[in-house]
């Protein structure tokens, strides 16, 4: 009798751990891989942007009749090619504001602030497409963390494209959601002299936080068990763990000036996050939370005020 009690138990313990490898592989496929082709399909990305942004048009279409929307791919260490778009401003300048798109977009959809810095303000640009996004090659999105050492060579290839005749570079790099949380994680490394300052817009505090609010969200589940087994697995493929992607850490590190924008009323990537990512950062830094914007609207929604934010931030430095 005893030995058939403890055949059971060894059969539903077997039965529970099938169950959360299953529920693991689901959960780091359904987070990662790209079921929707991760902002491939650049002509549907142009007809969203021209959409939200028709005044934009007329810009984007003079860039690419005058082959100015520069196609630029580089070769990383794991032999795979990141694409990204190089845009000279329309004068001779040492100033580069560096893109970085969100989760399920690509370098296009950026191009809403690339007018706004290009057109407006006189910036050279580069806004490349993250790992798996875009026409960038990857397996699966690194949610910024490991984007940050593909972002961190396209500033060292700004740093040497854009400098002025006096040797004299001035980057800023502007993140959205996932390119937010890139930001940050750029910001915890040693950056060139050149990069002045981060700007980073409803970035989340770390994957795990985002991913565990998802799964309570989404699903109506804790993070025990499922978060752990996945993280786990996500470093077994991978090679990252959610735990580690702590951009509250990344932001603890960072000595540059940092401007926070968050939506007052993101739900997706929460508004609390800001407040937290804010107290963490030492330094110069400014908040700026968009009255009644939902995740990744703000600018959309407060055009004129997030602009001047962005511009009396950088005026500043």
Not at 66 to 80: V, Y
Not at 83 to 88: E, G, P, Q, R, S
Request: hydrophobic share 40%; proline share 4%; glycine share 8%.
């Amino acid at each position: 009798m005893k030995y058939k009690s403890l055949g059971c138990l060894m059969l539903l313990l077997g039965l529970v751990l099938l169950v959360l490898l299953g529920g693991s592989v689901y959960m780091l496929n359904y987070s990662l891989v790209p079921a929707n082709n991760y902002g491939r399909d650049y002509n549907l990305k142009y007809r969203q942007l021209f959409a939200d942004y028709p005044e934009i048009r007329p810009w984007v279409d003079s860039l690419r009749k005058a082959h100015a929307l520069r196609d630029t791919f580089i070769t990383n260490a794991d032999g795979e090619r990141h694409h990204a778009f190089l845009i000279a401003a329309p004068h001779p300048t040492g100033r580069t504001a560096v893109l970085v798109h969100g989760y399920t977009d690509c370098a296009v959809s950026m191009l809403h602030l690339g007018y706004f810095y290009h057109h407006d303000l006189g910036y050279n640009l580069l806004l490349p497409d993250l790992h798996a996004h875009g026409k960038s090659e990857g397996r699966a999105a690194q949610m910024g963390w490991k984007d940050r050492w593909d972002v961190l060579r396209w500033i060292a290839i700004a740093d040497s494209l854009y400098r002025d005749s006096t040797a004299h570079a001035e980057i800023v790099v502007h993140g959205i959601s996932m390119g937010a949380a890139t930001t940050m994680a750029v910001a915890g490394e040693k950056t060139p002299a050149s990069v002045k300052a981060f700007i980073e817009d409803c970035g989340y505090t770390s994957v795990w936080d985002e991913f565990a609010d998802q799964l309570h969200e989404q699903f109506g589940l804790p993070a025990f068990p499922l978060m752990y087994t996945t993280s786990m697995l996500c470093r077994l493929k991978y090679g990252w763990s959610f735990g580690e992607a702590s951009m509250v850490e990344a932001v603890r590190r960072c000595q540059k000036p940092m401007l926070f924008i968050h939506g007052g009323h993101d739900t997706f990537v929460p508004t609390r996050m800001v407040f937290t990512l804010f107290q963490a950062k030492p330094g110069r830094k400014s908040l700026y939370l968009a009255h009644g914007s939902i995740h990744a609207k703000s600018h959309h929604d407060h055009k004129a005020e997030y602009q001047e934010r962005v511009v009396r931030f950088l005026n500043g430095l």
